[in-house]
C-alpha cells in the first residue's frame, strides 16, 4: 500500500499503541482475572485455618492430626512450585494456568463432599499442587502482559495488595463460612469463581504457546521437588512434635543434600531448571531473599496475632476474623498506593522499608498485655505491620522480577514464587516452636495463668521476630541499596 501524502491520514493509519502508563480494557480485563486468581489461591492458604476443629469433627480427624489439613497444601505448593514455572515456560503459562485451574475445582469439590480423613486430605493436597501449578503461572502471564514501566508497576502492587489481603479475607470469610453454613464452603466456595475464570481465561490472556524447543531437566526436578518435600516436612513436623524428634532432623538433612545436588546439576545442566545466570543477578538473589523475610516473618506475625486473640484475649473464630479486617483494609491501602511509593522511592528500597515497618510492629505487639484493653495497641500495630507487609511484597515482586527478558520471567517468577509458598510454610512453625518452648518453660515455672503463659511464649517469639526481621532488612539493604546501584548485572 503506497503510503498517504496526508499527515493526518498517515496518522490515522498506524496502529495505536497504549500510552505508557494507561492499561487497554483487554489489559484490565487479564489483571482481574490474574489478580482473581492469585486472591482466591491466597485465600486457599488460610481460609481453613479458623475451621480445622470444625473439619476434624466432620470426618473424623483427631484433634492430633489437625495439623495435616495444613501441611498436606503446604508440602505440594511449597515443593513443586519451581517445577511446574518451568513446565509453563514449556507447555505454555496460559495452558497450565488453566490446569491447574482445573485441577483446584476437582480437588475443592472433592474436599467439599469428602466423608472421611483420606477424601479430605487428598483433596488438600490436589488444592496445594494446583497452587504450585497455577501462581507461578499466573504471576508469570500478569508480567508479561504489562510492559516493565509504571503499568507493570501499577499491575505488582495490585497483587502485592491482594497476598495478604487474601491471607485476611481467609481468616474472616472461613470463620464466617463455619460459624453460619458449614465448613464444606470453605472448599465449595472456590469452584464458581474457578469456573469463571477458566471460561474466561483463553479470551483475554496471551501466552497460549509455549518453548517449543526447550526441555525440562528432569534431574533438576526430582532433586528439588524432593528436597523441598523434605525440608519442608522436616520444619513442619518439628512445629507440631518438637526439635527432639529425630524424624525432624532426618528430614532437614535430607532435604539439604538433595537441594545441595540441584545446585550442582544446574551447574552442569545444558537445560537447567533454574538458569545460574538469573541466580547470581543482585536484584534476583537478594531480591528473593528479602522477600523470604516479608513472607515467613510477616505469616508468622498473622498466627501469632491469632493466638493472642483467640488463646489469649478470649475472642471467637468470627470475632478473630473481623478484627483482622483492620490490617487487611490497611494492607490493600499499601497496594493502591504502591504505585506512587515506587515514584518517590525505589522498589529494592520500598523492600527495606516494608520489612522495618513489619520489624516496629512485631515490636509493638511484644508489649500487648492479657486483657482486652490492648486490643488499640494490636489493632495500631498491626495495620502499621500489614501496611509494611503490602509494600514489602510490592517491592519484592518489582525487585526481583524487573531488568530481565521474557524468556526468563518464567524462572523468576517461579522463584518469587518458590519464596513466598516456602517462606510462609516455614515461618509458622519455627516462631511457634520458639512460642511453645518458652510457655511450657513458665507454666512448669509455676505463678502463670495459661493465658498469661501462652502470652509469654508469643512475646518472645515476636520479639525474636522483631530482630530477625531488622537483621534481613539491613542486609538487603547493604547488598542492594549500597552495593547494588545502577542497573543490576550478574557481578552486580
Known sequence: ????????????????????????????????????????????FSILNVALPSIGHGVGLG????????TAFALPSAGLTLLFARVADLAGRRRTLLTGLVLLVAASLLGGFAQGPTELLVARVGQGMAAAIAIPAALSLLVITFPEGPVRQRALSLNGALLPAGFTVGALVGGLLTGYLSWRWAFLVNVPVAVVIIALAPRVLTGGRGDA?????????????AGLVAFV????????????DPWVWVSIAVGAVLLGAFGRIESTSPHPLASLDVLRLRHVGWGNAGGFGVFALGSSIVFMMTLYLQQVLHYSAVTTGLIFGV?????????????????LVQARALLVIGLLLQALCALGLVFAGVDRGSLTLVLAASAVGFFGHACGIVGYLVTATSNLPDEQQGLATGLTTMTQQVALTLGIPVLSAIANARATALTHAGGHSAAGATLGGIRLALGVNAAVTV?????????????????????S
Open 471 to 491: 537483621a534481613v532488612a539491613a542486609l538487603v539493604a547493604v547488598f542492594l541499596l549500597v552495593r547494588g546501584r545502577g542497573r543490576p548485572t550478574a557481578d
Open 1 to 44: 500500500m503506497p503510503e498517504p501524502r496526508d499527515p493526518d491520514e498517515a496518522r490515522r493509519r498506524r496502529p495505536v499503541e497504549p500510552a505508557a502508563d494507561r492499561m487497554t480494557p483487554r489489559q484490565r480485563l487479564a489483571l482481574v482475572l490474574l489478580l482473581g486468581t492469585q486472591f482466591m489461591l491466597a485465600i486457599d
Open 213 to 225: 524447543g526447550g526441555r525440562l531437566d528432569v534431574p533438576g526436578a526430582l532433586t528439588v521437588t
Open 327 to 343: 490490617p487487611g483494609a490497611a494492607a490493600f491501602t499499601a497496594g493502591l498506593l504502591g504505585p506512587r511509593l515506587l515514584g
Open 233 to 244: 516436612y522436616g520444619i513442619s513436623r518439628a512445629g507440631e512434635e518438637g526439635w527432639s
Open 63 to 70: 484433634d492430633r492430626d489437625l495439623q495435616w489439613i495444613a
